[in-house]
């Protein structure tokens, strides 16, 4: 995980009851890496690999997030890109985009 700063959240395991919980915390804590990365940097750079992490990021598509995350300022690169067609059922940028990217916008 990214690390900005201080030692907070180095080596701390965290244990959720559901996955709505973590969602919710996942999706807290990507979105003070975010504004903490772009205070610091002017920017935020996340790399996605595939699987449940990008179904578990929903939570940053709404309340609050979608009034506080500045997407625009966001770098998203892939870090386990499948060899297939961008539109296939494989594709984790498929999932990201179906899933993610398609529901933020941005303001800016």
Avoid: Q
Avoid at 1 to 13: D, I, P, Q
């Amino acid at each position: 995980m990214a690390h900005l700063g201080s030692n907070k959240n180095r080596g701390e395991v965290r244990v959720h009851e559901s996955l709505e919980e973590l969602s919710t915390d996942l999706a807290d804590y990507i979105a003070e890496l975010s504004e903490a990365s772009v205070k610091e940097r002017g920017f935020f750079a996340i790399a996605l690999s595939g699987g449940s992490i990008i179904s578990l990021m929903r939570n940053l598509c709404g309340a609050p997030y979608n009034k506080t995350i500045d997407w625009s300022k966001w770098y998203i690169f892939w870090a386990d890109e499948r060899v297939v067609a961008k539109n296939h059922v494989d594709s984790n940028y498929k999932l990201a985009k179906d899933h993610l990217l398609s529901k933020v916008t941005t303001n800016y």
